[in-house]
């Protein structure tokens, strides 16, 4: 299984630059030391390709999708892409599968989103039956799924390689790792706000909350963490800490040692900022437009 580290960076935000900033942008962060990049893929740049090319702008930095949409491309693709960057790159490519949101699905691919779960168990299955012919590594790629509920952590430990929660709280690592067991990757986001000014932060972190708390997938899996309807019409502020580190950079520290004691391998650090939110709204579009 690929190594990642025990912290990476996840963002959207390359999506604004050229890709020949991009390249700059990787390439320094890897020089700093930086072990692994996630970036995600809605109506943006196609996730894979992008991850090419960052992957030939540096020599040792992981790269990971979190996530590709299932629904962008069919299962032999996304195996022959896979293995292809597995290959071609030393190991370094990790590709983190999705199912999205309605919005993104039904609203702009134009798609059914009737049966997210069974159209995951399908498309690993048909990726682990795909024929790939050309030259490959030697060991196998690395795949890990977007998973929160307990059938979809379930779907992690016997069909892929580990999960990668988005948008939950250290209690839900906690579960996630009692369901995935030991030898499966678990690599939850984590949202920072990093300032002095505790108001301003807790400010960034609401605006950048408010969208994520209009999809069902999302609101679901707080629901199931014992959060309240109220905690997520606010958010409320005991919402908001348990998202969204909202401090400084011990702040950050402190949180990222919780996850790990509850169970992540790998903990995918999201920094917020002002851009980051239009960027946000522009991807994920108004759910039932």
Known sequence: ??????????????????????????AELESLGWPCLWRPETSGRDALVSAAVMLEATSTMRIATGIAQIHARHPLTSKAAQRTLHEAYGGR???????????????VRKLSYASPYTQMVEYLAAMAEAPFTAYAAPDEPTTVIA????????????????AHPYFSPVEHTAKARQILGEGKLLAPELMVAIDDDPDRARELAVEHMTRYLTLPNYVNNLLRQGFEESDVTGPSDRLIDAIVV?????????RVGEQHDAGADHVCVQVLTRKGVAQEAASIGEPGG
């Open 1 to 26: 299984m690929i190594d990642i580290g025990r912290v990476g960076l996840w963002t959207s935000l390359l999506d604004l630059h050229p890709t020949t900033r991009v390249k700059e942008v990787v």
């Open 93 to 107: 490519f990790l590709l983190g599968l999705g199912v999205s949101h309605a919005p993104m699905i039904e609203n």
């Open 147 to 162: 998973a929160l509920g307990p059938r979809m952590l379930e779907l992690a430990r016997t069909a892929a390689d580990g």
């Open 246 to 254: 909202c401090g400084t950079v011990d702040d950050v520290v402190r």
